[in-house]
């Protein structure tokens, strides 16, 4: 195959950020997604409906002409979320889910969640008004070693959140072990769950040995080979429940190349190109547009895109850095050559 014409992709996870770093990434995600849902961990977190609809704002004003590309915004869930904002904000159509950080877990996270019990009455409501909850899922708890703390979040929180709100609609996000992909395949269709790009292709030997790779380092942290291969099966398998959220969440350089740097991975300028050779590695390209364009759409109630998106076996030219009014931010590099492109 040297061609392949999809659906349009959307990114179910995405870091836009505010000012000059979104306008300096934006466009690579318009460029080839048409719909994505916005994270909101900026700094102040985007709590309220109202500092929803003024992030949308930024975004629509920060696009380039003529692009289409349409914000999905989400609401950052904190122990003081007041349902019924909640529930206008999603009557109106301006908001597609409510993201729960735990407190601490990942950056930007100080106003989450710690206290679950506070957050009851929301999740009772997001449950009857079939509004989705993306979930980070990390336990924080410092005994527990950073390699297993999205397997015990599963058995700590995720599942009594699901056995407690019937009905939820849970997105695991950034699933990065085999236990989330078995948990996930076990689960009626109330549960989806989004795989970066990153992690179909970097293990923890990518970040670890032969010397430190900042710029593989995110959260959750990549795993051993057995889970980054688990990640793969489920990816090209096209069960619905599995969908692209890239996670690209960009971060200068200066700020990954620290004695403490940020987590984070810069993937909005080639994920399709990526995912395509992995797609074709793995004998699945025919599964490319259920991962990227159909399954995501399938679990919002929302449309496919009409619009499609072409890819050539051509060897792919991307930059090596983006540049910002902050300073340069690294693209991620997937460590082989690209061989596909977006036409
Ligand atoms: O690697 C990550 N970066 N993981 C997250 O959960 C947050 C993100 C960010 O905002 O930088
Ligand atoms: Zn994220």
Same mark, same amino acid.
């Given at each position: 195959m040297t061609s392949l014409t999809i659906s349009r992709p959307d990114d179910w996870h995405l870091h836009l950020r505010?000012?000059?770093?979104?306008?300096?990434?934006?466009?690579?995600?318009?460029?080839?997604?048409?719909?994505?849902?916005?994270? %909101?961990?900026? @700094?102040?977190?985007? &709590? #309220?409906?109202?500092?929803?609809?003024?992030?949308?704002?930024?975004?629509?004003?920060?696009?380039?002409?003529?692009?289409?590309?349409?914000?999905?915004m989400t609401l950052y869930l904190t122990e003081d979320t007041d349902p019924d904002d909640v529930e206008a904000a999603h009557?109106?159509?301006l908001v597609r889910a409510v993201k729960l950080y735990p407190a601490g877990a990942t950056t930007n996270s100080a106003s989450g969640v710690s206290d679950f019990e506070k957050i009851r009455a929301t999740l009772d409501r997001m449950a009857k008004i079939g509004? %989705?909850?993306? @979930?980070?899922?990390? &336990? #924080?708890?410092?005994?527990?070693?950073?390699?297993?703390?999205?397997?015990?979040?599963?058995?700590?929180?995720?599942?009594?959140?699901?056995?407690?709100?019937?009905?939820?609609?849970v997105v695991m996000e950034h699933i990065t072990t085999s236990n989330a992909v078995d948990y996930a395949r076990a689960q009626d269709d109330t549960l989806g769950a989004t795989i970066t790009t990153h992690h179909l292709v970097i293990n923890r030997n990518h970040i670890l040995a032969g010397?430190?790779?900042?710029?593989?380092?995110?959260?959750?942290?990549?795993?051993?080979?057995?889970?980054?291969?688990?990640?793969?099966?489920a990816a090209t398998?096209?069960?619905?429940?599995?969908?692209?959220?890239?996670?690209?969440?960009?971060?200068?350089d200066a700020n990954k190349l620290l004695p403490c740097g940020c987590a984070g991975c810069f993937t909005a300028p080639n994920t399709m190109a990526i995912l395509a050779h992995?797609?074709?590695?793995?004998?699945a390209l025919d599964s490319l547009e259920a991962f990227t364009s159909r399954?995501?759409?399938?679990?919002?109630?929302?449309?496919?895109?009409?619009?499609?998106?072409?890819?050539?076996?051509?060897?792919?030219?991307?930059?090596t850095h983006v540049d910002t009014d902050d300073g340069p931010v690294t693209v991620f590099d997937p460590g082989f050559d690209l061989q596909w492109s977006v036409a």
């Amino acid at each position: 195959m040297t061609s392949l014409t999809i659906s349009r992709p959307d990114d179910w996870h995405l870091h836009l950020r505010d000012g000059a770093m979104m306008r300096a990434v934006l466009p690579w995600s318009a460029r080839d997604f048409a719909r994505a849902i916005i994270m %909101p961990n900026l @700094v102040p977190p985007v &709590v #309220t409906s109202a500092q929803a609809a003024a992030y949308r704002d930024q975004i629509l004003d920060a696009l380039p002409q003529g692009a289409a590309f349409e914000p999905l915004m989400t609401l950052y869930l904190t122990e003081d979320t007041d349902p019924d904002d909640v529930e206008a904000a999603h009557a109106s159509g301006l908001v597609r889910a409510v993201k729960l950080y735990p407190a601490g877990a990942t950056t930007n996270s100080a106003s989450g969640v710690s206290d679950f019990e506070k957050i009851r009455a929301t999740l009772d409501r997001m449950a009857k008004i079939g509004l %989705p909850l993306c @979930v980070h899922g990390e &336990v #924080t708890d410092p005994d527990i070693d950073i390699f297993d703390r999205e397997a015990v979040f599963i058995d700590r929180v995720l599942d009594p959140i699901r056995t407690s709100t019937p009905g939820l609609k849970v997105v695991m996000e950034h699933i990065t072990t085999s236990n989330a992909v078995d948990y996930a395949r076990a689960q009626d269709d109330t549960l989806g769950a989004t795989i970066t790009t990153h992690h179909l292709v970097i293990n923890r030997n990518h970040i670890l040995a032969g010397g430190i790779k900042p710029h593989y380092y995110c959260l959750p942290v990549a795993k051993r080979e057995s889970h980054r291969l688990a990640l793969r099966a489920a990816a090209t398998s096209g069960d619905a429940r599995f969908f692209l959220g890239t996670d690209s969440a960009p971060h200068t350089d200066a700020n990954k190349l620290l004695p403490c740097g940020c987590a984070g991975c810069f993937t909005a300028p080639n994920t399709m190109a990526i995912l395509a050779h992995v797609f074709e590695e793995d004998g699945a390209l025919d599964s490319l547009e259920a991962f990227t364009s159909r399954n995501g759409p399938g679990f919002y109630g929302l449309p496919v895109n009409a619009d499609t998106l072409t890819l050539t076996k051509q060897p792919g030219q991307w930059p090596t850095h983006v540049d910002t009014d902050d300073g340069p931010v690294t693209v991620f590099d997937p460590g082989f050559d690209l061989q596909w492109s977006v036409a």
